[in-house]
Nanobody
Framework: QVQLVESGGGLVQAGGSLRLSCAASGRTFSVYAMGWFRQAPGKEREFVAAISWSGVRTYYADSVKGRFTVSRDRAKNLVYLQLNSLKSDDTAVYYC????????????????WGQGTQVTVSS
């Protein structure tokens, strides 16, 4: 069992930055790949970024590539998502999730989810 808690969301102006954190508990956290998804009002939850269990491989949606960076600290059971050059289109609830494997881009591949943290970008 893995429990996930996101933090770090907030209100930021366009062009600004935020760092989201995801704290994980559970003995098997280190074997999971971790993903970040987001969901805007009236839209489906979409893939943002993922990082392999080792932290060596990272994956990004085209819409955030070059602006967002995913990382993890396995010793501290933490996963981060650095959001730079934010745009109004980035406004959404951001979720972290844990996966045992797959392509990492589909919500169905994730076993555990956090409650989400709101990111609002004002233009």
């Amino acid at each position: 069992q893995v429990q996930l808690v996101e933090s770090g969301g907030g209100l930021v102006q366009a062009g600004g930055s935020l760092r989201l954190s995801c704290a994980a508990s559970g003995r098997t956290f280190s074997v999971y790949a971790m993903g970040w998804f987001r969901q805007a009002p009236g839209k489906e939850r979409e893939f943002v970024a993922a990082i392999s269990w080792s932290g060596v491989r990272t994956y990004y949606a085209d819409s955030v590539k070059g602006r967002f960076t995913v990382s993890r600290d396995r010793a501290k059971n933490l996963v981060y998502l650095q959001l730079n050059s934010l745009k109004s289109d980035d406004t959404a609830v951001y979720y972290c999730a844990a996966s045992r494997g797959g392509s990492y881009v589909h919500t169905s591949e994730y076993d555990y989810w956090g409650q989400g943290t709101q990111v609002t970008v004002s233009s």
